[in-house]
C-alpha cells in the first residue's frame, strides 16, 4: 500500500497533505441453487472466529413471486448454519424493479431494518434480486453505519452479467438515473443462474445488451461468440446464457479490478459506452424501456456516430444490430422522435463526470476510443438514423 504523509515544512505555514488506498477484496461465486441443502457456498462466505453473525435479509418482489420458495429456503439456510449466522426477523419481501429506484421506500425499510435488528458494521445485509433492487438496497446498507457489509444475490442476466458485480449503488432523483448513490463493494456476489429461468422475456434478453457492449469495448471474440449463440438466447437456452452471463460478468470485474480506476475519478468511462442516451431514453420513456433495452439502443446510437465521424468501419455497425435483432432486441422507441431532451442526455452526463465530456466509442471491436467532443448535428442525424432503420425493421416484421 502506498500510503503516505509529507511532514510540513515551516515555509508552508500548516498545511499537511498525504495519500492512502484501500484495499478492498471483491468475490463472485456462479452456482446453481444457492440455498439448497447441501451447498455450503453461502456459508463459505461468513466469518468463523467470532460466533454468529447477524444477518437480515431483504428479497426483491418480483423474484420470490417467481419462487415463492425462497424465503423458507433462507430460513431454513440460516438454520443450518446456526454457528456462522443469526437471522434477525423475517426475511423482508420488498418492491423490486425501477421503482425500487424512483422513491425512497426500498431505501427507508431497509434502512429501518438495519437498525431495527441492531445490524452493525460486521454484520450482514443478504439481498437477492434484479439490478434495481441491489441498486436501492445496496444504497441504504452503504449508508447506515457509513457501511454495512453486503452479500449480493443478483437474479436477473443483467445484474448477474452486470449490475450485481459492480461497486455502485444508488437511486433516481430529480428526474435523474442514479443521481444520488454510492461506491461500495460488496462483502461478495452469489449469482445463482437456476434464478433466471423464471424472468420475463424481455428481463431474459435485457443483460445481453451489456453482454454486447463489454464485448465490443474488450473482447472480439466474445462479441464472435454472442452473435453464434444469439438464437439461441432467444430460445431460452439456459445453457448459452449461462456462459453469456459468466463472461460478462468476468469482463465486468476484470474492468474494476484491472482498470485502475474502480471508483471513476477519471472522466474515462468505458463501461458507460451506449449510456449517456440509454440513461436518457430509460427516463424520457417514463421507464416503458429497461435499462437492457435502453442499452441495446444507445450502443447503435454511438456506433452509428462513430461511423458518420469516419472512425468505425460501418460493418461492425451492421453486425453488431443484426446480433441485437437476432436476441430479439426492439430496436426503436418513439422517444427518439425528440432529439433536443435526448440530447440533454449529453449535458447531463458531462454534469455528472464533473466538467470534461468524455463518451467512450469503439474504433474496432476491442478497440475503445474516447472523444471529447460531440458534433451535435451528426449526432441528431445517427439518432435519425436509428429510428428510420428501426422503424423500417418493425414495419417489416409487422
Ligand atoms: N450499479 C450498477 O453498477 C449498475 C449497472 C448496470 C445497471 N444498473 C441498474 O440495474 C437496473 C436494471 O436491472 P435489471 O435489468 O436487473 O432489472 P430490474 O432490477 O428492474 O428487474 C426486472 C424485473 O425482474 C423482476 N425479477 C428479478 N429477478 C427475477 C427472477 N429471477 N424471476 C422473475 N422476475 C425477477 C424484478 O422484480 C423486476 O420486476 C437499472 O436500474 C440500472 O440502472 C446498475
Ligand atoms: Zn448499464
Given at each position: 500500500m502506498q500510503n503516505h504523509m509529507d511532514q510540513p515544512r515551516?515555509?508552508?505555514?500548516g498545511a499537511q497533505a498525504g495519500s492512502f488506498s484501500v484495499q478492498w477484496d471483491h468475490r463472485l461465486i456462479t452456482t446453481r441453487d444457492?440455498?439448497?441443502?447441501?451447498?455450503?457456498i453461502l456459508s463459505s462466505?461468513?466469518?468463523?472466529?467470532?460466533g454468529p453473525s447477524r444477518m437480515i435479509a431483504c428479497l426483491d418482489q418480483g423474484l420470490v413471486e417467481a419462487h415463492p420458495e425462497l424465503p423458507a429456503q433462507v430460513e431454513l439456510w440460516a438454520d443450518a448454519n446456526a454457528h456462522l449466522v443469526r437471522l434477525m426477523g423475517k426475511v423482508a419481501t420488498l418492491p423490486g424493479g425501477e421503482d425500487a429506484k424512483n422513491d425512497f421506500n426500498v431505501f427507508n425499510e431497509t434502512a429501518r431494518l438495519i437498525d431495527a435488528h441492531g445490524i452493525c458494521r460486521k454484520s450482514f445485509v443478504l439481498v437477492a434480486g434484479g439490478g434495481a433492487f441491489l441498486d436501492a438496497v445496496g444504497y441504504a446498507a452503504s449508508s447506515a453505519h457509513r457501511g454495512v457489509r453486503v452479500i449480493r444475490m443478483p437474479s436477473t442476466t443483467l445484474s448477474q452479467g452486470d449490475a450485481g458485480v459492480g461497486v455502485k449503488n444508488g437511486i433516481n432523483a430529480f428526474g435523474k438515473k442514479n443521481f444520488l448513490g454510492s461506491f461500495s463493494p460488496p462483502w461478495a456476489v452469489v449469482n445463482d443462474?437456476?434464478?433466471?429461468?423464471?424472468?420475463?422475456d424481455r428481463d431474459w434478453r435485457s443483460g445481453l445488451s451489456e453482454a454486447v457492449k463489454v464485448a465490443l469495448l474488450k473482447d472480439a471474440a466474445f462479441f464472435d461468440e454472442l452473435r453464434r449463440l444469439a438464437a439461441r438466447t432467444r430460445t431460452r437456452d439456459l445453457d448459452a446464457m449461462e456462459g453469456i452471463v459468466e463472461r460478462s460478468a468476468h469482463l465486468h470485474m476484470k474492468h474494476i479490478i484491472e482498470g485502475g480506476d474502480a471508483f471513476e475519478r477519471?472522466?474515462?468511462?468505458?463501461?458507460?459506452?451506449?449510456?449517456w442516451s440509454a440513461h436518457k431514453l430509460e427516463q424520457m420513456s417514463g421507464f416503458d424501456l429497461k435499462h437492457g433495452e435502453a442499452v441495446a439502443i444507445g450502443l447503435l446510437i454511438d456506433l452509428t456516430y462513430a461511423a458518420m465521424i469516419g472512425r468505425l468501419d460501418e460493418s461492425v455497425l451492421k453486425s453488431t444490430r443484426c446480433c441485437l435483432l437476432d436476441m430479439g432486441?426492439?430496436?426503436?422507441?418513439?422517444?427518439?422522435?425528440?432529439h433536443e431532451v435526448l440530447l440533454e442526455g449529453l449535458r447531463e452526463f458531462r454534469e455528472h463526470l464533473g466538467g470534461q465530456l468524455t463518451i467512450t466509442l469503439v474504433e474496432e471491436i476491442g478497440k475503445p476510443l474516447d472523444v471529447h467532443e460531440i458534433d451535435l448535428n451528426v449526432m441528431r442525424r445517427a439518432i435519425d438514423d436509428v429510428r428510420s432503420v428501426g422503424l423500417n425493421e418493425s414495419s417489416r416484421v409487422g
Open positions: 515551516p515555509d508552508q505555514g444457492a440455498l439448497a441443502p447441501g451447498n455450503d462466505l461468513l466469518p468463523t472466529d467470532k443462474t437456476n434464478l433466471l429461468s423464471s424472468l420475463s477519471f472522466t474515462a468511462r468505458p463501461l458507460d459506452f451506449g449510456h432486441f426492439t430496436l426503436q422507441h418513439e422517444a427518439l422522435g425528440n
